[in-house]
Nanobody, 129 residues
Framework: QARPVESGGGSVQTGGSLRLSCDVA????????MGWFFQPSGKEREGVAA???????GYANFVKGQFTISKNNAKNTLYLQMNSLKPEDTAMYYC???????????????????????WGQGTQVTVSS
């Protein structure tokens, strides 16, 4: 299984927006849960948002409407719309895919990184003040 491929990172100023994309063609025909995670330099990776094959979405508590996950099935692309960016949002952002049992997919929606099988290489987001 090919790993997910992220794109769309870059440098923006505080208050700006970015949309991250992830090619999910490899995961569009089966029961997968796709997620976005972020990892600031020197810190642990944390979940941001996830969406399963039925379109059910889970967000981390800190998101509070700032980020929106979506999926275009026709284009086999996963998105993360990031608005009102702050310097503390600076991090490497990763796209990941989880497959397995129903319990695994439920855990994936709660952004349990341990159940994600496939990880992209990440795309850097830098927010300057």
């Amino acid at each position: 299984q090919a790993r997910p491929v992220e794109s769309g990172g870059g440098s923006v100023q505080t208050g700006g927006s970015l949309r991250l994309s992830c090619d999910v063609a490899e995961y569009s025909k089966s029961d997968y849960c796709m997620g976005w995670f972020f990892q600031p330099s020197g810190k642990e990776r944390e979940g941001v948002a996830a969406i399963d094959s039925d379109g059910t979405i889970g967000y981390a508590n800190f998101v509070k409407g700032q980020f929106t996950i979506s999926k275009n099935n026709a284009k086999n692309t996963l998105y993360l719309q990031m608005n009102s960016l702050k310097p503390e949002d600076t991090a490497m952002y990763y796209c990941a895919a989880a497959s397995g049992t129903e319990d695994t997919l439920i855990s994936a929606l709660t952004l349990d990184a341990k159940v994600y099988n496939y990880w992209g290489q990440g795309t850097q987001v830098t927010v300057s003040s």
